[in-house]
């Protein structure tokens, strides 16, 4: 029988934990769906991701009003998929704040993202009727920019840690605790997208990056908090184990003549055993072994997915 389609079948709840780090930090996590986060200020909030659609967003902030009922200000976005941004409009932030690369790629490719996503994932897609648009940024900027939470709350620091899981991705740190919001550049126990992903400079110097931090606490993109200076550098370190394990098998293929479909073949059997239980692992290999043969074929940037593009691959890798 043909596997269903990505996780177009995954249409079961999650439980939703909400995890305060520290005083007025807090985070969302949701057996492997997309986490989110929020930074209280002196008298507003900085919240991290905006999730798939306003009607998901607004449940991710009735929670959160439980414990803050401090404005909105600034709504940062980890990168430009769908699912980290389309939700935005819930929040009523003034400022939406994101790298200069997330806007060109939300310019590029947001709509296409928008409805390969929708496919992929509909679970995640609450009301998705509900999504006024794509999301726009006000804010950008190229290499750190710093948010001054006010009185004795320090500073919020946003940096770019180097091409990723997207060319655009960012980091949040307070120094003041040592936590690390790292978005999908790091997951904790869930399986790593690639399908946009710079495979070989994710796993070097862009990790290299985030370990530089010290974080004692780390919130991944997907998975439980990490929590302690070594849970954090494990979480880093099993997703460069995923990257390089990937890319090994991959090469080694290439070089002995194989197919993509073998390439796909070799990657899996190297990667199941340790991470063929955990979330979206089925979901994301076809995309990402395909991404990562253009790579090793010379193709500097990311194709662009499509919901037709998504079905096509998914039919010769995983059917």
């Not at 990168?79 to 997330?102: C, E, K, M, N």
Request: proline share 5%; charged share 25%; net charge negative.
């Amino acid at each position: 029988m043909p596997r269903p389609f990505a996780s177009s079948a995954d249409l079961g709840d999650r439980t939703p934990t909400l995890e305060i780090l520290a005083d007025g930090v807090y985070a969302l996590t949701a057996e492997g769906d997309p986490n989110v986060a929020a930074v209280e200020g002196e008298d507003f909030l900085v919240c991290f991701d905006a999730l798939a659609t306003p009607a998901a967003a607004r449940d991710w902030l009735t929670v959160l009003r439980a414990h803050t009922d401090k404005p909105i200000r600034y709504l940062v976005l980890s990168h430009y998929h769908a699912v980290r941004t389309l939700g935005a409009s819930a929040f009523g932030a003034p400022v939406v704040v994101a790298h200069d690369l997330t806007r060109a790629l939300i310019a590029e490719r947001g709509e296409q993202d928008w409805e390969s996503e929708l496919g992929r994932m509909p679970r995640l897609f609450k009301d998705p009727d509900g999504v006024p648009g794509l999301t726009w940024p006000s804010v950008t900027f190229a290499g750190t920019l710093t948010i001054d939470l006010g009185g004795d709350r320090g500073d919020l620091d946003l940096a770019y840690c180097g091409r990723g899981h997207t060319e655009g991705d960012i980091v949040a740190w307070l120094p003041r605790h040592r936590i690390l919001f790292a978005g999908d550049l790091v997951e904790t126990r869930a399986a790593l997208y690639t399908g946009d992903a710079f495979h070989r400079e994710w796993a070097s110097g862009t990790l290299d990056h985030v370990n530089s931090f010290g974080a004692e606490i780390l919130v991944g993109g997907r998975g439980a908090v990490a929590h302690g200076r070594d849970a954090a550098r494990a979480a880093v370190a099993q997703t460069r184990d995923f990257l390089t394990t990937m890319t090994g098998e991959a090469g080694r293929v290439r070089r002995d003549g194989g197919t993509l479909r073998d390439a796909f073949t070799a990657v899996h059997a190297a990667l199941a055993p340790a991470y063929g239980g955990w979330p979206i692992f089925e979901h994301c290999l076809p995309f990402d072994v395909s991404r990562l043969w253009d790579e090793l074929d010379g193709v500097e940037r990311p194709r662009i997915w499509t919901a037709e593009r998504d079905r096509e691959v998914w039919a010769e890798l995983q059917d």
